[in-house]
């Protein structure tokens, strides 16, 4: 089955710098790369997703990168802010393939002033 | 409110009772998920059920046992449980076939005393 590794599990930046995590899937079905943000006590909520169809995608601060060849993609956060402190969890889903997501393990993101 | 509803929201449980969890979606999928999180394993896959059907079981002991009577709602009953089981337990769903976003709702926590 498919096997999703993140890194870093804990990543601390000063506030206005960038921030980025990696993730690397196992199954070269996969085809979809969703990223959940999750703040302390509230449910995980989707904040990027990308498709295999595409490499790269930028929502404002946020943008995915995907590399099909070497499985692996990362999020990336630009100009930090207090509020961007969370768990974020990487994902990978085989469309049609029982429909699992599987998750990373998660990194938590500490903004500090 | 992003249409996935959990009851309750916090569970204290001996290790001889019995309960169950209960996850109601309104957004029209036909995709649900048991996930399990604790401090050791961040969303952990328990189940999955497509069109009411169980089509993953993550190694699941059984003393966890979902019920899915329809596509909007999904039971995880619970019998004889540890301490360990104490976690967070989130229900999402999903559009089958398609690559869309799971939605979670706000879990349960689950104290097994």
């Known amino acids: 089955g498919e096997n999703v590794e993140q890194h870093p599990s804990t990543l601390s930046v000063q506030e206005g710098d960038s921030a980025v995590i990696k993730c690397t899937y196992s199954?070269?079905?996969?085809?979809?790369f969703p990223w959940y943000k999750q703040e302390l006590g509230k449910r995980p909520q989707l904040i990027i997703d990308i498709r295999s169809n595409v490499g790269e995608k930028k929502d404002q601060r946020i943008a995915v990168t995907l590399n099909k060849t070497a499985k692996h993609f990362s999020l990336h956060i630009t100009e930090t802010q207090p509020e961007d402190s969370a768990v974020y969890f990487c994902?990978?889903?085989?469309?049609?393939?029982?429909?699992?997501?599987?998750f990373g393990t998660g990194t938590q993101l500490k903004v500090e002033l | 409110e992003t249409g996935v509803t959990q009851t309750p929201r916090h569970l204290v449980m001996g290790m001889t009772n019995k309960k169950s969890l209960k996850c109601e979606q309104h957004l029209g999928h036909n995709a649900m998920y048991w996930y399990k999180q604790s401090a050791k394993k961040p969303l952990e896959l328990m189940f999955v059920?497509?069109?009411?059907?169980?089509?993953e079981n993550n190694s699941v002991p059984s003393r966890f046992s979902p019920e899915c009577p329809n596509s909007s709602h999904l039971f995880l009953h619970l019998h004889t449980l540890q301490p360990e089981d104490s976690a967070l337990y989130l229900c999402a769903s999903s559009q089958e076939m398609s690559n869309t976003e799971a939605f979670f709702g706000q879990g349960t926590r689950l104290t097994v005393v």
């Open positions: 059920y497509n069109f009411k059907e169980q089509t």
């Open positions: 199954d070269s079905a996969s085809n979809y």
């Open positions: 994902a990978a889903r085989v469309t049609g393939g029982g429909n699992k997501l599987t």
